[in-house]
């Protein structure tokens, strides 16, 4: 042991090191970046699915304020979900819409009686919405008052 000595070699000074980067506008708390794995089962033994995986690592990512990707086989997943997400959305907003229209077609047959067919109702929906959607819903209001108003006498005056 005689024979061997360690020579210590400093790299820097003794002062706080600051490992903080900024790469394409993109700031990070050290220029380290965490790559994609795949086979995370099969490789590593690790009883969680690739989705989980790259999941908690992008989370971790995020909060120690590095930088982490994942393979094309994650993107897409991702893609499928978003794109999954936005028509189940546009969906219940379709459903929603139909709803409110039905709505409004039952009010104006029942506003202007006289058994007013639902084609009817529609046609006069139609056209108030025609003459005011460009002016807001408030004119589309005020249009649809008056043509229900003009059903009404043209009707007889009495639902």
């Known amino acids: ?22 790469i394409l506008s993109q700031k990070m708390a050290a220029p380290i970046f ?4 795949a086979g995370i089962k099969g490789n590593y033994g690790a009883d969680i699915s690739e989705y989980d995986y790259n999941c908690n690592v992008l989370k971790a990512c995020e909060d120690t304020g590095i930088v982490g990707f994942t393979g094309r086989e994650q993107v897409e997943l991702n893609n499928k979900k978003y794109q999954s997400e936005v028509a189940r959305l546009n969906t219940e907003k379709n459903k929603a819409r139909d709803s409110i229209y039905n709505l409004i077609i039952e009010k104006i047959q029942y506003e202007v009686g006289h058994r007013l067919s639902r084609k009817k109702a529609e046609a006069i929906w139609n056209r108030a919405y025609e003459d005011g959607h460009s002016f807001g819903f408030y004119e589309i209001r005020c249009r649809l008052s008056d043509l229900i108003d003009l059903a009404i006498t043209l009707l007889g005056g009495d639902k």
């Open 1 to 22: 042991m005689k024979e061997v000595k360690i020579n210590l070699d400093v790299l820097c000074d003794d002062a706080p090191i600051f490992t903080e980067a900024e």
């Open 34 to 37: 965490v790559a994609p794995v």
